[in-house]
């Protein structure tokens, strides 16, 4: 053993001093699938049970790293352990204590701890952080870091990989290198991933109470075959206790993966449970008013047309975006009605005829940008805006129309209390307004940026992930005092969010066929999530529509230009309609169906759905779970509904019937059912592009 490795007696008194003699094999823990040991050259392993192959190694000189700022000139360095720790081990634990950190020729005092210990059947990567001096602030922690994960040529290497709703990586060779921002769509839905082989994974999640910011960072190494992980937490703090980060080796399917991190996380944690029409409804068509340019598609009055083309999809909710005097997010916040479009009274109006036909009417605003042109930005800006780390503000802009000159905005920080009043007071108009929710758009999208701002409620150097929560929880609390069934939707879905939020607008990875992905990562994991598909079409394809069903996702359709509300109204789509627009719907779609043709065969869907809600509104998503299922391109999901079980086929082929086979462990098949058929049989071939429902029960014995 090398001897700049010492051993010392800690104040603990579960730690026993354990001689440098002794390193080689006195460092070792054991769970049920695999033994974590240190040996004598400092290397830290986590071997299969019962077999030689090495899961993760690492050296210890390599297990985390500090990241330190100087308070003086603001020069930031990052330190290794390079052999300044103390080692020691106890009961199902061993523990590396530092007390100081060599900065070049400097010596900066701290107390530290990085203890691995035995927890729920894993290896617990935790521990504590204080510096003792006033001069330097910790930057940043990079721990634990797992250089060489299943080093070698074993085969069939996968990863489940949590970037928006999920994505399943087959082979190994294909992932590069990915870093995910914890929690946003922009980043990762939920903190845990696993990389698969055989019949086994390895499980690296998050085990974090206070779910605070931080990063996910897994790339695969070609020339050695083999990956590298890491979790970066922000700091700029001097005192941190680390949250459990769990490694743990599990048999069997991934589904083992996230049932561990779900039963973690109900430890802490509900997910919100939303009034029941939310349940119970089909999708939203999403319709902007006033585009940003100030060109008015849809008037007040004109919501008695929309309401027309959600019946005719068949869809329960209208989400009016750019309703305001600005058009879409033109002069935000500021967000009064327009009395070009027909004043407040006309809006009240139309949203009062929308309910007596039974559709749901949600407004739109945005809790993270402002626009820069506003009185508010001049006068409230700098109390509301997220400044980085040299005070400048993050600018943004999105650009709609090629000829108009694009609106700057400027990122706001939900740690400010008067943009938290200002979202809030945005809720209270929308339900005095008589809307049944308010969503505010990029809560669930913008990656949780730091913010160095003095004047907000968090310390400088934090994001504002945790006031976002606050803010949803705030304007829940107050909204719905007024109105319980009034709701708050936010654009896409995180572990974070999910508790506090009704219904989501999807968005990213995972939404849509053409980019699904793997949504099954967090459907299965959360499968109460209530979310639409993300389709930015004034129409759905069959395919489209069958995938939002298949994976238990409430259909969308978009009218957001002149072009679209043509297509909708007269059937009418030519290129000439969106040469100025920056992002058009697929005009090729729209050319190949009609809306009406569209919207017949989504109506149809979404009764089918209604009939059987018990499976589509209500069930339990179990993806494939104890379900086998053959057939070529065929995909079945399992709903879960008690002692019943409805299972969704979907022949994806375009142009033939397919014949198919299945089977359901532990259940008998009752019933099957397909769209304006009824009962059909069960396992006969299945037309092209169709679904359809097998019901089973659990077999009694
Ligand atoms: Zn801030």
């Known amino acids: ?118 927890k729920d059947d894993a290896f617990c990567f935790s521990g504590w952080l204080k510096c003792n001096s006033d001069e330097w602030l910790f930057k940043e922690l990079e721990y634990p870091r797992l250089t060489e994960i299943m080093p070698g040529e074993k085969k069939n290497k996968s990863i489940f990989w949590p970037a928006g709703l999920g994505e399943y990586i087959k082979n190994s060779e294909k992932f590069g290198d990915e870093n995910l921002w914890y929690p946003s769509v922009q980043g990762t839905c939920m903190p845990w991933f696993s990389i698969n082989y055989e019949d086994a994974g390895l499980y690296v999640g998050c085990h974090d109470s206070l779910q605070a910011t931080k990063k996910l960072n897994l790339s695969y190494v070609k020339s050695d075959k083999m990956f590298r992980t890491s979790i970066t937490t922000p700091l700029y703090r001097t005192k941190y206790k680390i949250p459990d980060v769990m490694v743990k080796l599990y048999k069997g399917q991934w589904y083992n993966a996230a049932r561990f991190y779900r039963n973690w996380y109900d430890m802490h944690f509900k997910p919100f449970s939303a009034p029941g ?138 740690g400010s209390e008067l943009w938290r009043k200002t979202m809030i007071d945005l809720g209270i108009q929308a339900v005095n307004l008589g809307a049944d929710g308010i969503l505010y758009d990029q809560l669930g999208v913008l990656k949780p940026d730091l913010c160095f701002s003095k004047s907000h409620d968090h310390s400088p150097g934090e994001s504002d992930a945790d006031f976002r929560q ?131 065969y989504v109506n149809s869907l979404i009764e089918f759905q209604n009939e059987h809600a018990d499976f589509f509104r209500k069930g339990r998503f179990i993806d494939q779970e104890g379900i086998a299922i053959k057939g070529d391109n065929i995909v079945a999901k399992g709903f879960l509904n008690g002692e019943k079980l409805g299972v969704v086929v979907w022949n994806k082929n375009l142009e033939d019937e397919k014949d198919f086979q299945i089977s359901v462990d532990g259940y008998q098949l009752i019933n099957a059912f397909e769209i304006g058929s009824g009962k059909v049989d069960a396992l006969t071939a299945i037309k092209a592009n169709s679904i359809r429902l097998l019901v089973y029960h659990r077999e009694i014995y």
Request: charged share 20%; proline share 4%; glycine share 6%.
């Open 470 to 600: 606050i803010l949803l929880s705030e304007v829940n609390r107050k909204v719905k005092a007024v109105n319980p069934d009034f709701i708050v939707m936010t654009e896409s879905s995180t572990d974070v969010n999910i508790q506090s939020v009704d219904y989501f607008h999807g968005c990213g990875i995972g939404t849509a066929e053409w980019r699904k992905e793997f949504p099954e990562l967090f459907r299965y994991t959360f499968p109460e999530l209530v979310t639409t598909q993300r389709n930015a079409n004034p129409m759905l394809t069959k395919t489209e529509a069958n995938f939002a069903a298949v994976y238990g996702m409430r259909h969308e359709i978009e009218i957001r230009y002149p072009g679209d509300k043509k297509y909708v109204l007269n059937n009418e789509v030519t290129n000439e309609d969106y040469t100025n627009v920056v992002d058009p719907p697929n005009l090729e779609m729209l050319k190949q169906f009609t809306a009406e043709e569209s919207a017949a």
């Open 277 to 414: 029409w939310v349940t119970n409804n089909s999708g939203w068509l999403l319709a902007i008013l006033k585009q940003q340019n100030e060109e008015v598609i849809w008037n007040y009055r004109d919501i008695d047309k929309l309401c027309n083309i959600a019946q005719q999809f068949n869809l329960g909710t209208i989400g009016l975006f750019g309703w305001a005097a600005g058009g879409h997010d033109h002069l935000y916040p500021n967000f009064p009605p327009d009395n070009l479009m027909g004043g407040r009274e006309e809006l009240k109006k139309a949203i009062k005829r929308a309910h007596k036909r039974g559709i749901k009417i949600i407004l739109y605003a945005n809790a993270k940008i402002m626009d820069t042109s506003t009185d508010f930005y001049r006068l409230n800006g700098i109390e509301t805006i997220l400044l980085d780390k040299n005070m400048r503000p993050d600018i943004q802009f999105y650009i709609k129309q090629k000829n108009a000159t694009p609106v700057i905005f400027a990122q706001a920080c939900n």
């Open 1 to 118: 053993m090398k001897k700049a490795i010492f051993c010392i007696v800690l104040g603990l008194v579960w730690f026993s001093v354990v001689p440098c003699s002794a390193f080689d094999g006195a460092f070792t823990l054991k769970t049920k699938n695999a033994t974590l040991s240190i040996n004598k050259k400092g290397i830290l392993e986590i071997v299969q049970n019962g077999s030689k192959s090495v899961i993760a190694r690492t050296p210890i000189d390599d297990l985390w790293k500090i990241g330190l700022i100087n308070n003086s000139d603001n020069k930031e360095y990052y330190i290794s352990p390079l052999k300044t720790y103390s080692i020691s081990s106890g009961v199902d634990a061993i523990c590396f204590e530092i007390n100081a950190l060599l900065v070049g020729d400097k010596s900066v005092e701290v107390d530290a701890n990085f203890i691995i210990s035995l």
